[in-house]
């Protein structure tokens, strides 16, 4: 009868072992697979944050080149004007001297007048395509900065997959797994 219950006690223990063992290798291949979902995540994390990096550069880029139209516009209509305002004192001159008027006095003035006009007009126009320009390159920096974002989200990105590796092998409540 000894034989047997030291036979049943050595049967326990190796059946104890056995399913000590399994745990460990269930636990181990537990831990593998939340390994390779947190390096899934973190790779498809960098690649989005890389997409909407690129997508914020090309809106950057588009920004500045608006600025750079917006101010070219203006400085063409501008001169437009500029050229506008010079035909029509030309066209006064000719009127004035043809109908045998001096340029001095009222005509002088209202030809002063006009020219100023124009010119205010034109700075008018230049002061607006700079406004214009202004916002734009805030909307390019403001899209640079979403560079700068996306670059930082990709560190964490890659950081959590260390970390969620790491966390995945420690098992529950920070325990170091069995079976490794």
Not at 1 to 16: E, K, R
Request: net charge positive; hydrophobic share 40%; proline share 1%.
């Amino acid at each position: 009868m000894g034989l047997f219950l030291v036979i049943g006690t050595i049967l326990s223990a190796l059946t104890g072992a056995y399913a000590a063992y399994s745990q460990g290798q269930a636990q181990k291949r537990s831990a593998e697979q939340q390994a390779a979902i947190a390096e899934n995540q973190a790779k498809w994390a960098e690649y989005n944050a890389a997409q909407e990096a690129q997508i914020a550069a090309e809106q950057a880029r588009i920004a500045d080149y608006s600025a750079q139209m917006a101010e070219d516009e203006a400085a063409l209509e501008a001169g437009r004007q500029r050229k506008e305002g010079l035909r029509l004192l030309a066209a006064q001159r000719a009127r004035y001297g043809a109908a045998g008027v001096t340029l001095a006095g009222t005509p002088l003035l209202v030809m002063e007048e006009t020219g100023a006009d124009y010119e205010l007009d034109a700075l008018l126009t230049e002061y607006q395509g700079k406004v214009e320009a202004w916002n734009y390159r805030n909307q390019a920096r403001m899209y640079e900065s979403r560079i700068g974002r996306h670059d930082r989200g990709r560190a964490r990105g890659r950081c959590s997959a260390d970390r969620g590796g790491f966390e995945s092998h420690q098992g529950r409540r920070g325990r170091p797994g069995r079976g490794f």
